[in-house]
Structure formats: C-alpha cells, structure tokens
C-alpha cells in the first residue's frame, strides 16, 4: 500500500516518459505540487540548488526497495512494475501529463530559474544564484524573501503534526540558529526526527543541531499521562529532582544565547504545556540573567 504523495510521484514520473535527473525532477516535483495540487503532497525547504524535499529522497528510497524505482544515484527512473502501479494508482493523471506538456522544455538552468522567479523564498540559500544571471527584479525578490536576522533568544517547539519540511521552515522564519534537542532518546517512528537525520537535514539548511540528553526525561516516565494534571504532576517532579542537578546543561544553553544564538527547544509534543521543554525554558528564565523564552512555535 502506497501513501498517496508515493502515487503522486510515480503518477509524475509516468508522465514525464523518460529518466530524470535529481535537481530536474526536484524542480518539476516542487511545481507539479505547487501548481496542481490544492493541498502538496510534499514540502519543501530553501536548500543549495533551490527547493529541496527530505521526505521525497525517503520515499525513493522505499520505493526502489519497492522495485517500483530502478536503484539509481543520478536519475529517477521508473521499473516496468513501478509504471504498471503508476498507472493503476494514477492521481491526476491528466493533470500531470498537461503539466509536463507544459514544462517539456524547460530542464536544467531554465528550470531552477522558473522556479526562482515563481518562488523566491526557496531560492534564499541557494548556492548558484551568480551563475544563473537573474534578472534584477528576480533577485530583489529573493533578497527580500529572506528570512530576517534576529537577535538573540530563545523558543521552544515540537514536531508532533508537523513534516520534516514544514518544521524546518518554521525554524527558518523563526532566525533560529541552533536546535536543541531535549530528548533523552533523540529517536523517532516519525522520518525525519531521529538524530541522525534532523542533524544534517538542520546543518544542510544552515542550522546547528545540539542533542542535550541529560535534560530528557525517560520513557518508562511518560506512561499513562492521561490529564493535563498528570502533565503537570510530572512536570513539577522533573522541575523539582532532575533540573536542579544539570547545571552544566542549562549553562551550554546560557553560553549560547549569551554568544548571540537564536536557541529553539525542541521535543515532540506540539503543546508546550504538554512537554518539558517549558520546565528548561522556566529554569533558564529564574537563574542567570533574564532569558525569558520569546515564543512557543
């Protein structure tokens, strides 16, 4: 059973007709999603060569394993089995196919410029920008669409409901310049949030990832938190016997924002009041200095 953005595209690669490059198809996915799609069945971040989706390289990889996708490093590339699901799961079939008449053209430096100039925030890190000689309205577009520098503080947010993409942009329009994980175990069911993948999914969009386990709170912990009273129960214990004893922690969050970093939380509960991220924040604010938290993404 496929998820319904894997449909989309193999739906998308069918009606291209032929292998794709990386970046061409990342371009096409990205305005096939945008364009045609009332809800996208990807996100994505401003990234080295524009718009860029994490999960879209997951799903390659699931796929290919799949035998739907041919296990290629420089193309996607459609197996006859992954065409015959294409076609019995086709979304939008016709759609795509007027989509791709569309855009039949337009591959390589002419589509990153297509997508530049339609969407500029997705252009605010790209590392070619002098070569593709932009005209001068497209490039002021994409300097204002920049996210501003902010100064130093710190926030709080949680990935729970949100996709790899969505919540990297929320850092990216928050300034934040570095992830603090407050997890004790930076593991997750949920692609793009164990350790390993958030690391560089942040450091690839020029953010600072730091894992500070010793301010989690153990799993066998957490169980049965029925009530916003049991949240709380909880909280106040961790408050009480596990902050107190993490000075060298919460002095590392001190230095950094003292340095001039903007500094983000994060955990998984989406609701502040609901994870334990708040109690770090409160313990930051009552010693050394005002460090007040500036906002919960």
Request: with cysteine; net charge positive.
């Amino acid at each position: 059973m496929l998820f319904k953005r894997q449909q989309v595209l193999l739906t998308l690669l069918d009606a291209i007709g032929s292998p794709v490059g990386h970046t061409d198809f990342q371009k096409l996915l990205f305005l096939f999603t945008l364009q045609c799609e009332t809800v996208p069945s990807y996100e994505f971040v401003p990234y080295r060569f524009g718009g860029f989706s994490f999960t879209s390289y997951a799903d390659k990889r699931k796929l290919i394993e799949k035998g739907f996708l041919a296990d290629d490093d420089q193309n996607w590339i459609l197996t006859d089995s992954g065409r015959a699901v294409a076609r019995k799961q086709a979304v939008e079939p016709l759609r795509a196919v007027a989509f791709c008449r569309q855009h039949a053209k337009l591959r390589g430096s002419s589509l990153i410029v297509e997508q530049y100039r339609r969407f500029p925030y997705y252009a605010s890190r790209s590392e070619i920008l002098e070569k593709l000689h932009l005209d001068t309205d497209t490039l002021a577009s994409i300097a204002a669409a920049k996210p501003k520098k902010l100064g130093a503080g710190l926030l709080t947010i949680g990935y729970e409901g949100r996709s790899l993409e969505g919540y990297l942009n929320e850092l990216l329009r928050a300034g934040v310049t570095i992830l603090c994980d407050v997890r004790r175990n930076a593991l997750s069911r949920k692609y793009g949030f164990s350790k390993g993948t958030l690391g560089m999914a942040c450091e690839g969009v020029g953010i600072r990832y730091e894992h500070l386990p010793e301010l989690g709170i153990a799993s066998d912990e957490r169980q049965e938190l029925d009530s916003q009273v049991d949240y709380d129960t909880l909280f106040a214990t961790y408050a009480r016997t596990t902050l107190p004893g993490q000075p060298v922690a919460l002095t590392r969050i001190r230095g950094w924002v003292a340095a001039g970093e903007r500094v983000a939380l994060t955990c998984y509960e989406r609701l502040p009041a609901q994870c334990h991220r708040h109690c770090v924040a409160d313990a930051l604010a009552q010693k050394g200095g005002p460090l007040k938290c500036i906002k919960h993404l």
